[in-house]
């Protein structure tokens, strides 16, 4: 009698157990996400300038930079020459800026 209850409440627990496994198995890939974002931005891999050069016209324009969002930010003070595009050299100054902050 004991055991056949058991049994019945194993059974009705399995459904539980499954979901609580897929329940894992999807936090367990989304931390594993979140930790590689979290490696990229600790350790970021800045694109190329020829990467971030869409229109290959050898200045990044607004819409360019925006393509690699720490530059945002750092982009103006980069613009050595302040006419609203990162030349190169500019882009160099600005990879080293993000490096140091
Ligand atoms: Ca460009
Ligand atoms: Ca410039």
């Known amino acids: 009698m004991s055991r056949r209850l058991e049994l019945t409440r194993a059974a ?8 609580a496994l897929l329940a894992s198995a999807t936090l367990a890939l989304y931390a594993g996400r979140l930790y590689a974002a979290d490696a990229a931005a600790a350790n ?9 050069d869409t229109n290959k016209d050898g200045f990044l324009d607004a819409a360019e930079i925006a393509a690699f969002p720490p530059l945002i930010e750092i ?6 020459d302040q006419d609203g595009r990162l030349s190169p050299a500019e882009f160099a100054a600005a990879l080293k800026a993000l490096k140091t902050t």
Request: proline share 22%; glycine share 0%.
């Open 75 to 80: 982009a103006p003070k980069a613009d050595a």
């Open 12 to 19: 009705s627990l399995r459904p539980i157990f499954a979901i």
């Open 44 to 52: 970021p891999q800045p694109p190329s300038f020829a990467q971030l």
